[in-house]
């Protein structure tokens, strides 16, 4: 027992303590054990031995970058000097390779100045190229505008085109029924029927192609009554690159319409675009 505070105080490796370096407090057994280990101001020897005996931990680095026996390569390195020196040594080193370091240095500037000349070259081209696209790009731009005006003129005239054909059409069909209702049954009203018959036509194109309205007239429809001729048309299409087809027409009429009315059939015929059209043909006419 008469030993017990001396052991507290100076023996047991609990007791607390500071660290004699940075005063961190804590346990004995701590404080020499791992805290050394990583202690900031705990002294290091200088690796290079220098006449600085001792180093604090997180002065190490400070001390490296001025330690005169630290190994650095030739402040001449970026121009081609390979030498590893002691920091030291540098001055020594530069008076004994004047001439190697001004040669490493001619060399290093003739480079530069190559590197300056491509460099500007490509500058230039790059510009050459940039002022080109510069170029392109409002020609794009103008060409754009005038496709937009081209396409607002098209709409216009398709609109207006549209209402001619729709105008048309109502005019007709107030001939059609004058005509019908006095008894007239000539080569342009068979042209007129015709006409409007394959105008109606464009509800059932599947190509997405416009219908362009055919009007056929038969010459001397009264005669041909008279002869009851069977007359053909000359070939037409039902769309662009539509169904080939033609008319037949019986001047005396077939069947119950023989001796009163004219027999009308559509001929379908072999056409250069077959191959890429959909069948059987399907549609009102």
């Keep these: 027992r008469q030993h017990l505070t001396s052991h507290v105080e100076y023996e047991c490796p609990c007791r607390n303590v ?28 200088c690796p290079n031995k220098c006449d600085v005996e001792t180093v604090p931990r997180d002065g190490m680095e400070a001390h490296r970058k001025e330690c005169p026996l630290e190994m650095i390569d030739c402040e001449y390195h970026d121009m081609g000097c390979d030498t590893k020196i002691a920091r030291k040594d540098q001055q020594m080193h530069d008076i004994k390779t004047v001439r190697e370091h ?17 460099t500007k ?20 731009r103008g060409e754009i505008a005038s496709s937009k005006g081209e396409l607002a003129i098209t709409k216009d005239e398709l609109a207006s ?23 007239h049954s000539d080569g342009l009203m068979v042209a007129v029927r015709w006409f409007l018959h394959l ?7 599947t ?18 009554k008279q002869d009851e001729v069977q007359w053909y048309s000359c070939p037409f299409y039902t769309h662009n690159e539509g169904y080939k087809m033609c008319l037949r027409v019986d001047a005396g009429g077939l069947n119950i319409g023989k001796g009163t009315s004219l027999s009308l059939y559509l001929y379908l015929m072999k056409g250069p675009h077959d191959d890429k059209l959909s069948w059987p043909l399907r549609g009102k006419f």
């Design 18 to 45: 500071n660290c004699q370096y940075c005063s961190e407090f804590g346990e004995y057994q701590f404080i020499e054990g791992h805290h050394k280990e990583q202690c900031v101001k705990f002294p290091l020897p």
């Design 102 to 118: 001004l040669m490493l240095t001619k060399v290093k500037l003739t480079e530069t100045k190559d590197n300056l000349a491509s």
């Design 121 to 140: 070259d490509e500058l230039a081209s790059t510009k050459d190229e940039l002022a080109s696209t510069k170029a392109e790009l409002a020609s794009a």
């Design 161 to 183: 085109t549209k209402d001619r054909i729709a105008s048309l059409e109502n005019l007709m069909q107030q001939w059609i029924d004058n005509s019908t209702s006095r008894g």
């Design 199 to 205: 105008s109606s036509m464009a509800a059932m194109t």
């Design 207 to 224: 190509s997405g192609n416009q219908v362009c309205p055919v009007i056929i007239k038969m010459p001397g429809v009264d005669k041909c």
